[in-house]
Structures are given as structure tokens and as C-alpha cells.
């Protein structure tokens, strides 16, 4: 990473990615022109929520769709168990002391970030985008370190991994659910049956 670059972390379970996950990291993009790529952080273990796919095929479910600009970093799978942001994102400034992070995050998440392991550290170690996302309010002002992101010609639907796994196992189509290869991915590997 050059000095002074500006990167945005996306992290998950994408379980499986969606195409709602790929317009976040667009509309983040075009949010702020100076960040220079969108990494996506898979989990290997979800705090509060199960995963099912493996750690190895979601990674590879995301690498199948990168676009420019757009990485994927397994430093949470390689750590194993549960990862915090706080400790992904000081080891991606330990690779350069002065990259500034964006952590992305849906509106969901606001209400509850005092429960995120060091809430205080980590306003001062990132900068935290914001997507609105149904039925979660946002505060009528942000809290310090929380930028919303608001594209007005491009809202980001309610996509759920939730729902694909459902859908998959009920024998139903995640077709302009999941990027084609995606839904390839997973066909060929009988996943979420």
C-alpha cells in the first residue's frame, strides 16, 4: 500500500456474497474517489450468527466477482475463530502506519456498536460508512466517526444471504440474486442444500 492511501473494509460472512454486497463496494467508490480499493474480509466464525459455507469457498465465491478496485483479504480466516474490527483493522494499518480505513457498515449496525468489542478505540482507528438499510432508523444525527452514504440515483436493496440460503434450499432461483458465477459457484459445489 503507497503512504497516505485511503482503503475501505467490507467485512462479513458472505454467506454468499450478493450482488447487494457489490453495489455497496461501488457506491463506496463513488462516495470518495481517493479511496484507492474496497476490501472484502470474510469472517471465519460470526459472533452472533452461524456460517455455513466453508471459509475456503466463500473466499473463492468472492474472488470469482471481483471488479477493479475491489480485493479480497482472508486476515480473519487465517486468524481463526472470531475476529473483531478492531483487531483486523490494526493489523491492516500495521501493513502501512499511515493508510486511513473506512469501515463499512449498514444502518443496523449504529444502534448497537457499543457492544463492538473497543467501540471507543475504533472511532479513533476508522472512519465508519454508513448504508441505510431497511427497517433500521438512523439517529437523527451520527454519532462521531459515522458518515452516512446516501446515493440518491442508486439505493442499495435489502438484499439477505439469509434469504439466498432459503431460496437455494427450497429448490428456488437466486438468478440477479447472486452474480452468475456465484450461482455457477454454488451449484457446482452443492452448497446451502
Not at 4 to 17: E, Q
Not at 76 to 90: F, L, M, N, P, Q
Not at 99 to 119: C, L, M, P, Q, T
Not at 136 to 153: A, C, I, M, Q, R
Request: net charge positive; aromatic share 10%.
Amino acid at each position: 500500500m503507497n503512504p497516505g492511501v485511503k482503503i475501505a473494509g467490507l467485512g462479513g460472512r458472505f454467506d454468499p456474497i450478493h450482488v447487494g454486497h457489490l453495489l455497496i463496494a461501488r457506491q463506496v467508490l463513488e462516495f470518495d474517489s481517493t479511496i484507492e480499493k474496497v476490501i472484502f474480509v470474510p469472517a471465519f466464525e460470526h459472533q452472533w450468527k452461524p456460517i455455513q459455507a466453508s471459509p475456503e469457498d466463500r473466499t473463492e465465491m468472492i474472488r470469482s466477482i471481483l471488479e477493479d478496485k475491489m480485493e479480497v483479504s482472508d486476515i480473519e480466516i487465517k486468524r481463526k475463530g472470531i475476529s473483531y474490527s478492531i483487531d483486523t483493522i490494526k493489523k491492516l494499518k500495521s501493513q502501512n502506519s499511515k493508510v486511513k480505513i473506512y469501515w463499512v457498515v449498514g444502518s443496523d449496525i449504529v444502534a448497537e456498536f457499543d457492544r463492538w468489542k473497543n467501540s471507543e478505540e475504533l472511532i479513533k482507528e476508522a472512519t465508519f460508512l454508513v448504508f441505510p438499510r431497511d427497517p433500521y432508523d438512523l439517529p437523527k444525527n451520527l454519532p462521531k466517526g459515522f458518515k452516512l452514504v446516501e446515493t440518491p440515483t442508486l439505493q442499495v436493496a435489502n438484499f439477505s444471504s439469509t434469504v439466498i440460503r432459503q431460496r437455494i434450499k427450497e429448490g428456488k432461483t437466486v438468478k440477479y440474486l447472486v452474480p452468475e458465477k456465484v450461482e455457477q459457484y454454488i451449484k457446482e459445489n452443492n452448497l446451502y442444500v
